[in-house]
């Protein structure tokens, strides 16, 4: 995503298609907050300005890598179908769908990863695995659990 | 931080077209209430390049909107990175690379930010700016603080 902010060159956070300078420098025909605002000396008040601070430092926190953007919420369900499990040491030859819950998030290796619980085991897995061995609904899962049984059949 | 978006109805939009506008200090009176200076002076930026206002309005509250759902966390540093620490007892300061970085949750709804070296330990991302530092040359600077208010 382009930003929307810059400096100036008086090093005021502004919109970059607003600013009174491009990028080299040079003027830019473009209204200006003096052609219809008498207050500017007081821009530091202004909730225009205000606003665009605090989206300036969205930006550069992003920029930065410093945003941590999250797929879904911690507490999210995912639906985990799997062609067979184990109760204790007897493996269970049946397809199933487990449901974990999403507890946490982590980044390693430059990858996001979630951490998910299920019957109070931890698994972790990176953010890649959604929609291929994890699925945000249920009816997802079940189509991937109907071809796993299919193909056990067949 | 506060909000600095909210979503409201206006009358001279299309009554099924939501949007967001600028809470002036935390009041709900923006562009309604046209004897606000503020009003005003929004009424006449959103004239002027109102498009360019409004996509910079639109996306804060993307981020706004985001960060209060819970899906938008800010980085006390990245992985890969190099950090301070101080330590009270002994005045050293060890360097440690970040190797991950991870957001848990802790006990019901608290969440916490868990910073792990390459070394060995962690710490948490409220420990930036206290024993944690960016800089090395803060990390001294916080020392020296530590160190001149002990012997006070």
């Known amino acids: 995503m382009d930003r929307l902010t810059c400096k100036n060159i008086e090093d005021w956070n502004v919109l970059s298609d607003v600013s009174n300078f491009d990028k080299k420098g040079n003027v830019k025909e473009t209204p200006q907050c003096n052609e219809i605002c008498n207050d500017i000396s007081y821009c530091g008040d202004c909730p225009i300005q205000k606003a665009i601070n605090k989206l300036a430092d969205y930006e550069d926190q992003e920029e930065q890598g410093l945003l941590l953007k999250l797929p879904f919420k911690v507490g999210t369900v ?36 979630i ?34 049984k299919g193909g056990k059949n067949g | 931080m506060d909000r600095l978006t909210f979503k409201k109805w206006f009358e001279h939009y299309k009554p099924d077209e939501e949007t967001t506008t600028i809470c002036v200090d935390g009041y ?15 009424a006449k930026h959103q004239k002027q390049h109102h498009y360019l206002v409004g996509d910079a ?22 992985v890969g990175d190099y950090v301070y620490q101080i330590n009270r007892i002994n005045g050293k300061i060890t360097t440690h690379k970040v190797a991950k970085i991870v957001l848990d949750i802790m006990g019901g ?5 868990q910073i792990f070296f390459e070394t060995a330990g962690f710490c948490f991302s409220s420990h930036f700016g206290k024993i944690i530092f960016l800089d090395k040359i803060d990390a001294i600077k916080a020392l020296e603080e530590y160190s001149s208010r002990k012997s006070k």
Do not use: H
């Open chain 2, 57 to 78: 309005i639109d996306r804060l509250a993307e981020y706004e909107n985001a960060e209060e759902q819970g899906l938008l966390w800010k980085l006390p540093c990245k």
């Open chain 1, 115 to 148: 951490k998910a619980k299920n019957n109070g085991e931890i698994r972790e897995f990176t953010v890649d695995k959604i929609g291929i061995t994890f699925f945000l609904t249920k009816e997802e899962a079940e189509k991937v659990l109907a071809e796993m």
């Open chain 2, 109 to 113: 709804k608290d969440f916490a930010m």
């Open chain 2, 28 to 42: 709900v009176q923006i562009v309604e209430t046209q004897e606000s200076n503020y009003g005003d002076l929004i």
């Open chain 1, 78 to 113: 995912l639906y985990n179908p799997v062609p067979y499990y184990y109760i204790g040491t007897v493996k269970m030859n049946e397809p199933f769908i487990f449901e974990t819950k999403v507890v946490g998030f982590g980044i390693e290796n430059m990858q996001l990863t």
